[in-house]
């Protein structure tokens, strides 16, 4: 059972530029959410997309938009960059979007905005 | 809204000892959820610990337990034993509808 990959590791955008995250969800969960983490911080929920829809939205900029696409992996991109976007990425895969499903995880994208 | 707040910045503990992080949160729903994820240097948030609010009994995961106050709306996670490898940043969480709230972090070093 493949866990949940984020891609790239580390990026480093100026102020302005455009950026896209990927998240491979794990095996079987069609449920995808994304977590901004700024440092010292507990993560804060961007969204989350269930079948391919969004589903869901927490108190983030139009900017942040995201796609799932039919395997259940996920971008997520942001326009504009701003500095206050440097931040850890989180992805989060699961059964459902609701009830007792599990949120799994994935290791992060590291954004830094100069 | 449901807001996780975590009072400890900080704690330590000296290997094989016990140790208890704090967590209140705030809600008005009856049935719920709430976690402890573990946070390590590499970053990945591995769950540690589930309850459900409609269960009266404390949830049990080897080491790691936790004291569910329904009615303070309390949530500690106390951790027996302790292993170097339980040094890490913990946070509790609370399920709102599809979403994770997340308090603000307990830093747990472990000293040998």
């Known amino acids: 059972e493949t866990g949940v990959t984020q891609s790239p590791t580390h990026l480093i955008k100026t102020r302005g530029q455009q950026v896209t995250l990927r998240c491979s969800s794990q095996s079987g969960h069609n449920t995808v959410s994304w977590y901004q983490q700024a440092l010292g911080q507990g993560p804060q929920f961007i969204f989350q997309y269930y079948r391919e829809e969004e589903n869901g939205r927490g108190n983030f900029p139009p900017r942040f938009s995201g796609l799932q696409f039919p395997n259940y992996s996920s971008e997520l991109n942001v326009n504009a960059l701003e500095l206050d976007d440097s931040a850890l990425y989180l992805c989060?895969?699961?059964?459902?979007?609701?009830?007792?499903?599990?949120?799994?995880f994935g290791p992060g994208t590291r954004l830094t905005v100069l | 809204a449901q807001t996780v707040t975590q009072s400890q910045p900080e704690m330590s503990v000296q290997e094989a000892e016990t140790v208890t992080l704090s967590c209140t949160y705030d809600?008005?729903?009856?049935?719920?959820?709430l976690f402890w994820y573990k946070q390590p240097p590499s970053r990945q948030m591995i769950l540690v610990i589930r309850q459900e609010a409609y269960k009266q009994q404390n949830a049990t995961e080897n080491r790691f337990s936790v004291n569910f106050q329904k009615a303070a709306k309390s949530f500690s996670l106390k951790i027996s034993d302790s292993q170097l490898g339980d040094a890490a940043m913990y946070f509790c969480a609370y399920r709102d509808g599809n979403k994770l709230v997340f308090g603000a972090g307990t830093i747990l070093r472990v000293k040998s």
């Open positions: 809600t008005s729903e009856s049935d719920y959820y």
């Open positions: 989060a895969s699961s059964l459902s979007s609701l009830g007792v499903g599990e949120q799994y």
